[in-house]
């Protein structure tokens, strides 16, 4: 049994950190086939409504008033506005340039979360790693402005509207850990699919609203784009998160939120064998920005 819980463990960190790291990519490929609100909700609709006939199934109680709205509106906030966010940079700029400034999202986590402020800011270590964060994502923004491309225009837009989902984000988590977990927490995979459900439905209404619909024609959408959303759909919104939640109960936290280091990485490799330009001061920036990452979580863990 101890051999198997190892095994299970190995796989649970694969899907964490390469899955995880390789969605970006894969946004990127299904977005060259479907409308940035239409894949949205294609993608979290299906994966709610698989991940809540997984919770019938393992007897979970998930049709609890309290569950289904703290749920929604975590949901609304991390999962819709983050990922409308990421798609819509992918507008932009690469998927390489969007992992690499996704990375600092536990920057924003330690800015806006007000009750830890007295600790926080208390470390000269926690405030050089948050400084030094800063400085990455101010460098990829440098790089990106009247940067012209066949495939990107307007990048400096596209590192905006990503601060603004690392900001989104960052509240929702806060949300999520002062106000739904302890609901949450008890239903874990139950929460999970009141998310994903909550967020297809809010990208319905946007694919409504900007007439998605009328821009797309299924039967010329490529295998590569279909193929892509199933792996967005099984891999990186069922597997992948239910390995996340598994190993926050069988392994320390610290160890499982390595996975913020792993992803932006995984990203920038996958992105590059996949064609994606990637410059030196991407490089640098994801190195500021991790090694930065690395500075406050290594001050949060003595």
């Known amino acids: 049994m101890k051999t198997v819980k190892r095994y299970a463990v190995w796989i649970a960190y694969f899907l964490i950190y390469v899955v995880w790291g390789s969605t970006y990519y894969f946004i990127g ?4 086939g479907f409308p940035t609100f239409l894949l949205g909700a294609l993608r979290f609709s299906m994966a709610g409504v698989l991940l809540l006939f997984l919770c019938f199934i ?9 569950l289904v709205r703290r749920s929604a509106i975590s949901g609304i906030v991390l999962l819709f506005i983050d990922m409308a ?23 924003w986590i330690m800015v806006f979360d007000i009750p830890m402020w007295k600790k926080t800011f208390s470390s000269v270590t926690t405030v050089v790693g948050l400084l030094l964060g800063f400085i990455g994502v101010g460098m990829l923004y440098v790089e990106q402005m009247g940067k ?12 905006l509207i990503l601060v603004a989902g ?66 967005l759909v099984t ?27 792993v992803n932006p990485v995984v990203a920038v490799v996958i992105g590059g064998l996949g064609g994606e330009d990637i410059t030196f001061i991407q490089l640098i920036g994801l190195a500021v920005i991790l090694c930065s990452v690395m500075l406050v979580n290594k001050k949060k863990t003595e």
């Open 166 to 231: 690392c900001i989104s984000w960052s509240l929702g988590s806060l949300y999520a850990k002062y106000r739904s977990s302890a609901v949450e927490g008890i239903n874990g995979f139950a929460g999970s699919a009141w998310q994903m459900l909550s967020a297809g439905i809010m990208f319905w209404l946007c694919s409504g609203l900007s007439n998605d619909w009328e821009e797309v024609d299924f039967q010329t959408i490529s295998q590569a784009a279909w193929l892509s959303l199933i792996y």
């Open 148 to 159: 012209e491309s066949a495939v990107y225009q307007h990048g400096e837009y596209g590192i």
């Open 29 to 32: 490929v299904a977005l060259h």
């Open 58 to 66: 393992r007897g979970e109680q998930f049709f609890r008033l309290s």
């Open 235 to 261: 891999f990186g919104s069922l597997l992948a998160y239910s390995a996340y939640v598994w190993l926050l109960k069988v392994r320390p936290a610290t160890e499982v939120a390595t996975h913020a280091y």
């Open 85 to 107: 966010v990421i798609m819509l940079a992918q507008r932009y700029v690469s998927s390489s340039v969007v992992a690499i400034v996704a990375s600092s999202t536990a920057l």
